[in-house]
């Protein structure tokens, strides 16, 4: 059973960085691709970055330049670095196995003051 359990988020202000965190059980990330994904009132969450299996990354065009996934296959957590934190990423981010999704965890709240 798959369980993802998402930490890190808070009330933050504009221009600092944030890393979050999740820890996965059930699921290998030596053999499965990750993401993150983020979800804002009103709209569907939406995924933000992903990491392959094999380490490669790929971000959504609005976060490449500040946004860094990262894994750590031996303890099971992904990792979401957050340089130069705008309002516009605040949200609820939520990590998940793009191809292989579990249950979703309970998300990690981002609040970005000006």
């Known amino acids: 059973q798959v369980q993802l359990v998402e930490s890190g988020g808070g009330l933050v202000q504009a221009g600092t960085s944030l890393t979050l965190s999740c820890a996965a059980s059930?699921?290998?990330?030596?053999?499965?691709?990750m993401a993150w994904y983020r979800q804002v009132p009103g709209k569907q969450r939406e995924w933000v970055a992903v990491?392959?299996?094999?380490?490669?990354?790929t971000y959504a065009d609005s976060v490449k330049d500040r946004f860094a996934i990262s894994g750590d296959n031996d303890k099971n957590i992904l990792y979401l670095q957050i340089r130069n934190v705008k309002p516009e990423d605040t949200g609820v981010y939520y990590c998940?196995?793009?191809?292989?999704?579990?249950?979703w965890g309970q998300g990690t709240q981002v609040t970005v003051s000006s």
């Open positions: 998940n196995a793009p191809y292989r999704p579990g249950p």
């Open positions: 059930g699921i290998a990330f030596s053999r499965n691709a």
């Open positions: 990491l392959s299996s094999g380490g490669g990354t």
